[in-house]
């Protein structure tokens, strides 16, 4: 198996910019989930879908940033405008929710750097 | 109000030592789970064990085992025969849902 993948895997930007990040799940995981982990918040759940439709945003920072699902087996995350305070790791995990913990497995990582 | 508190931010262990990394959790709900990641320098975050509210038995998995205490509401990470490898960023984290959520984690050190 190939693990989640995302891509890339480092983004340099100027602020406001967009900036798309790229996630692919596990194939047969039905739930999907972004992060962001900075030094000054950790860990962050920023939004989470199951079976491609968007369950809770409410850790979405701000109307900048959107996430979607259009299959099961591919997720975006935008941010637009980008600012400097975006600068994070922003992680993609997936889960199939019947197995016994609904561990998340995660993706290497997108290290987001806005100058 | 924090729902998962890892209150060691920093420890220095000497290799072969067994380690604890402390963690306590708050739910009303009857049905959690907990786990721990591992996040060594290189940042991936690496799923490492998990346990069930209603599991009876302390989960174990190779060096790392879970000392539930339910009662105590706390879910503690045992690592026996510490190895320089076990250097790292440890989360707990607690499922309520569909969510998981991480505390802030502990820095482990191994020194030779």
């Known amino acids: 198996d190939a693990g989640v993948i995302q891509s890339p895997r480092h983004e340099v930007t100027e602020m406001g910019q967009e900036v798309t990040l790229r996630c692919k799940p596990i194939?047969?995981?039905?739930?999907l989930f972004w992060y962001r982990q900075t030094m000054m918040r950790g860990l962050e759940l920023l939004i989470y879908f199951n079976n491609n439709v968007p369950i809770d945003d409410s850790g979405m920072p701000e109307d900048r940033f959107s996430a979607k699902m259009p299959n099961a087996s591919f997720s975006t995350l935008k941010i637009q405008p980008s600012e400097p305070r975006d600068s994070a790791v922003y992680f993609c995990?997936?889960?199939?929710?019947?197995?016994?913990?609904?561990?998340?497995?995660f993706g290497p990582g997108t290290r987001l750097t806005v100058t | 109000a924090q729902k998962i508190t890892q209150t060691q931010p920093g420890m220095f262990v000497q290799e072969k030592e067994a380690v604890t990394l402390d963690c306590t959790y708050d739910t009303s709900d009857p049905s959690y789970g907990l786990f721990w990641y591992k996040q060594p320098s290189s940042g991936e975050m690496i799923f490492l064990i998990y346990?069930?509210?209603?599991?009876?038995q302390n989960a174990t998995e190779g060096r790392y085992s879970l000392n539930f205490q339910k009662a105590r509401k706390s879910a503690n990470l045992v690592i026996s025969a510490s190895q320089l490898g076990d250097s790292a960023m440890y989360f707990c984290?607690?499922?309520?849902?569909?969510?998981?959520?991480f505390g802030k984690g502990t820095r482990l050190h191994i020194l030779p």
């Open positions: 995990a997936s889960s199939f929710p019947d197995r016994v913990g609904y561990e998340q497995y």
């Open positions: 194939s047969g995981h039905n739930s």
């Open positions: 984290a607690m499922r309520e849902g569909d969510k998981i959520i």
């Open positions: 346990q069930g509210s209603y599991d009876q």
